[in-house]
């Protein structure tokens, strides 16, 4: 996303006219999902692109870190998630920290030097949804690495001011760009209405998962479940927020959890979180799976369970941001591998190698 402003913005000095970008090449006409030029890994290369000018209200932010999502991977590997297509060249990465070079017009200069984390979208703050403060069902939303808009698998960014957010030096860069998928997590606790004293059951023992596992007990929940095929992941999620773990194959039937949060995505496990819910407790499903899904419908009406998904999240950078300066979440745990710029293809690739979580790359490593 490069938006140019009519005045020139504020700013450090030596800043560069050009910067490196990691692109996605659009598909090859006629490429079928999975081949060379339709997100496949060919089509990944480091460009040089002019410096993007802040807009009155934006800031420049020298990119930091970036964590690799499960999104970047699809997109890379298959060039669509759904109705978003990749049709022309595309830079990934959403969860994205770093350090304000410049500001726009309308913002105040002061901020120039500040660490930040980024929120990655903007709403148009006029529609129905955002003045209801449902901004992230914004029909209009331009999201960071949702085609057509460009990532942050990029030297530098812009983002309107406001969604850049302060953090403390207490946080690391890698952790301030981890703030995105915390807030996924506190968005799906929040959906769940979890808090003191409640029992939840997580499904997926992955990133989102023990994010999951690890704010649910920072608002209060008393015992955290959490169930996966992989046996390691379960251990690391022992040691990371969850106070029991469940091997996937075991039943839950009869566990009477408050909250049923899934962050797999297997319709199977769907179908056995929700059969675990407690009447009037809350289902919510967060992982990518499959476009339908059999549901126990007779269990839902006949315990009264509240079911929803989670789409991004709305004004929960502030509670993120202090979860983690307070010590109540742990993002760095999260990291396993980090990378270059020139090797953004071995980042989207890294979440298959044993033990991996998450990979983040730095654009200036």
């Known amino acids: 996303m490069v938006l140019s402003s009519s005045a020139a913005p504020a700013s450090a000095p030596a800043l560069p006219p050009v910067m490196r970008v990691s692109v996605l090449r659009v598909p090859e006409a006629g490429a079928a999902p999975g081949e060379a030029g339709h997100g496949a890994p060919s089509g990944l290369s480091v460009e040089e692109r002019p410096l993007p000018l802040p807009a009155p209200h934006e800031v420049l932010v020298r990119v930091a870190a970036v964590g690799v999502c499960g999104s970047d991977v699809h997109y890379y590997r298959h060039g ?12 990934l990465g959403h969860e994205a920290s770093g350090t304000i070079a410049a500001v726009g017009a309308a913002v105040d200069p002061a901020r120039i030097g500040q660490r930040v984390s980024i929120e990655p979208q903007k709403p148009c703050r006029r529609c129905d949804q955002c003045r209801q403060g449902r901004y992230n069902l914004c029909p209009d939303m331009a999201f960071y690495a949702t085609p057509p808009v460009d990532g942050a698998f990029a030297e530098y960014v812009t983002i309107e001011a406001d969604f850049a957010h302060p953090v403390p030096d207490t946080v690391s860069d890698e952790a301030a760009a981890l703030m995105e998928p915390l807030s996924v997590g506190i968005w799906a606790c929040r959906k769940a209405g979890v808090g003191p004293g409640q029992r939840v059951l997580v499904a997926g023992a992955g ?7 690890q704010v649910a007990r920072a608002f209060g929940a008393s015992a955290v479940y959490i169930s996966d095929i ?10 990371h927020g969850a106070t029991h773990t469940l091997h996937a194959s075991q039943p839950v039937d009869g566990l009477e959890v408050d909250a049923f949060i899934d ?6 496990a769907v179908r056995a979180g929700i059969r675990a819910v407690a009447p009037g407790g809350r289902a919510v499903l967060v992982g990518m799976g499959a476009e339908d899904v059999e549901l126990p419908v007779g269990v839902i009406q006949n315990r009264e369970i509240w079911l929803t998904g989670v789409f991004r999240y709305a004004n929960t950078w502030p509670t993120a941001i202090s979860l983690v300066a307070e010590g109540k979440v742990d993002l760095d745990v999260l990291v396993t591998h980090e990378f270059g710029l020139g090797q953004v293809r071995e980042a989207l ?5 044993p033990g991996a979580l998450k990979a983040m790359v730095q654009p200036w490593r």
Do not use: H
């Open 263 to 268: 962050a797999s995505g297997a319709p199977s």
């Open 349 to 353: 690739d890294a979440g298959r190698e």
């Open 207 to 213: 990133p989102i998962g023990v994010i999951v596992a």
């Open 80 to 91: 669509r998630i759904g109705a978003f297509v990749v049709e022309q060249p595309l830079v």
């Open 230 to 239: 992989a046996q390691d992941r379960l251990d690391f999620a022992a040691l």
